[in-house]
Every structure is written in structure tokens, then in C-alpha cells.
């Protein structure tokens, strides 16, 4: 039953209100979060039109810079968004945000919004695409996650078709991942691991998936409806110079049930290891050494 709330809405606290110190660059200016604000015709909320990036920091720099401003460009000229800055320029505005916030290790939130228009889906009705970089801290799981791995549940929710928006384009609209993650999250699993309509394997909510299995390690390729992930790139090569043998290749459930271990990558997760799916214990149910050697070298590698 949905009963009426006893505050008024707008008296409500927030426990999740982010720390007001912030200050958030926005269309060429920082300014506190508070103030931080996108208009409600923003196309951006009204429907989802805009891009983004996840980025680390690292140590004061900014891990995989040129490739993350190269796939913000590429996602927003799939969609046909114009970014109102060079990319020297939102360099730059990364750099700011990073700075305002003193942020030495930490994450940088890059969005690309169709901007303020009038009601009506045709981008002609939003003309002026509005930039907002956050720079603040994140930790996607806790320390004892990656000790002891993540259970996983296969996603009813399927992976959007590559002809429909293409998981290429790190779009604002995750809906299909977030009721895949709800869907782990009824199930009592940390993650859900999403298929596609022709049920093979295609990754985590916002992770790459990754399988290993009598000496060879596949990632199913981006044509199978994934995120080209900027850390599936450098744990790919992390693994080639093991000398272990590295494929994309199409994987189906089963693959996923017998394999000897099993993990995720990605920008905010890194490498973190996968335990079960379905309740089949993957290997012995712990994570197994290649997976600990590469979560290894991921964190020799961002120190470089
Ligand atoms: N898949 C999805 C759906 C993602 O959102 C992400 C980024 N969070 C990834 C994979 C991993 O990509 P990257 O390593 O570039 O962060």
C-alpha cells in the first residue's frame, strides 16, 4: 500500500546528499555543489540524451586520460551530440575540478547532457549541450569484496541489442543495467552478469566480464553488444605479457559455470573477482591465481 509521506517532500534529509564542500565544474565555471544544478528541460533528465565517462585518478594524474576523452567524443558523435569543447578544453576542466576538490586518488565524472530545450525528443529543441565534470572519491565495493569475490546472478534483464543503442555508447541511460542490478540485488548477489538476445555472455552492470579456463583467458568481443572497457584493454595485455593465452570469444552460460575462474573490470570496480553465478561455485568458490596475479599487475600497472 502506498501511503503519503509524513514530511513534506521538500523537508526531507537526504542521507546520501553529497559533501557540500564540493564544487562541481559546470559550462566553464566551478561552483559548490548546491548550486550544481541541471534545469529540469535538460534533455539530459527529460530523456536521458547525453554521454559520460567514468575516469580514475591516480596519484595526482588522470589514469587513461586520451582514451577516455577519445570514447566520450566517439559515444556523443553516435548520438549525434556535438560537445561544445575541444578536448584540450575539457582537459582542462578536469584538471580544475580535480584541483577545487584536492583530489589526489580519486574519480572523475564526465557528463555530456543534450542541454536545456523545449519538451519533444528532436535534438533541434536542445541547442546548447551542457558540461559538468566531478571530481570527488569512490568506492564501488569494499575491501573484503575483493578477498572473497562476488556472487553473481544471470540478468533476466537482457543486454540492450547492438542495433538498438549500441552498449558501445556510454550513454545516460543505464536502466537496463540498473534493473539488472536490482535484480542481483532481490536475489541476495553482489552482481548480475547480462546476456543478449541471443543468449551469450556479455558483461557485469558496469563491469567487463572475463573467463578463464584451462589456460586460456576469453572476453566476449565488443560485437557481442559490450562496452569497449578502457581496463578490458589493459587486462588483456596485462595477461598477454603473463603469457597467457588471450581470445574474444563468444561465450555462453555454461562457459561461465565450468570455468576455473572468473572476473570483472572496470574504471570504478578494477579487476575483482567472481565466485558464483547462479550459485555454481566457479573453480573452488575462491579466487583463483590468475585472477589475483592480474589483479596484481592492474595495481603495479596504474602506479607506473
Ligand atoms: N561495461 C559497462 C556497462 C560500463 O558501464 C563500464 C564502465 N563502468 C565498463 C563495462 C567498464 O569500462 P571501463 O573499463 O572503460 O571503465
Avoid at 565544474?25 to 544544478?37: F, I, N, R, S, T
Avoid at 592480474?294 to 603495479?300: K, T, W
Amino acid at each position: 500500500m502506498i501511503t503519503a509521506p509524513e514530511a513534506s517532500l521538500s523537508a526531507r534529509v537526504n542521507p546520501f546528499a553529497p559533501d557540500p564542500d564540493l564544487q562541481v565544474w559546470m559550462d566553464g565555471q566551478l561552483v559548490p555543489v548546491g548550486e550544481a544544478k541541471v534545469g529540469v528541460f535538460d534533455h539530459g533528465l527529460l530523456y536521458g540524451d547525453g554521454v559520460f565517462e567514468g575516469i580514475r585518478i591516480y596519484g595526482g594524474k588522470i589514469f587513461k586520460e586520451r582514451e577516455h576523452i577519445e570514447r566520450v567524443y566517439e559515444s556523443a558523435r553516435c548520438i549525434a551530440l556535438e560537445i561544445p569543447m575541444t578536448p584540450e578544453q575539457l582537459s582542462a576542466a578536469m584538471r580544475e575540478a580535480m584541483g577545487a576538490n584536492e583530489i589526489v586518488d580519486g574519480y572523475i565524472r564526465l557528463l555530456v547532457t543534450r542541454g536545456v530545450g523545449r519538451l519533444g525528443i528532436a535534438i533541434q529543441k536542445a541547442a546548447c549541450p551542457s558540461v559538468i565534470v566531478i571530481a570527488a572519491s569512490i568506492q564501488l565495493y569494499p575491501p573484503e569484496v575483493y578477498e572473497r569475490g562476488l556472487n553473481c546472478v544471470t540478468a533476466g534483464t537482457l543486454r540492450n541489442h547492438p542495433q538498438t543503442v549500441s552498449p558501445r555508447v556510454k550513454s545516460l541511460n543505464y536502466l537496463n543495467n540498473i534493473l539488472a542490478k536490482l535484480e542481483a540485488t532481490n536475489a541476495g548477489a553482489d552482481e548480475a552478469i547480462l546476456f543478449n538476445p541471443s543468449g551469450h555472455a556479455t558483461e557485469g552492470t558496469g563491469d567487463n566480464l572475463f573467463v578463464f579456463r584451462k589456460g586460456v583467458l576469453r572476453t566476449p568481443p565488443v560485437s557481442c553488444g559490450v562496452l569497449d572497457g578502457i581496463t578490458r584493454e589493459i587486462v588483456m595485455d596485462l595477461a598477454r605479457r603473463r603469457g597467457i593465452e588471450v581470445c574474444e570469444s563468444i561465450l555462453i552460460r555454461h562457459d561461465i559455470y565450468v570455468a576455473d575462474e572468473v572476473f570483472l573490470t572496470g574504471t570504478a570496480a578494477e579487476v575483482v573477482p567472481v565466485v558464483s553465478l547462479d550459485k555454481r561455485l566457479i573453480g573452488d568458490g575462491k579466487p583463483g591465481p590468475i585472477t589475483k596475479q592480474l589483479m596484481a599487475d592492474f595495481v603495479a600497472y596504474r602506479s607506473e
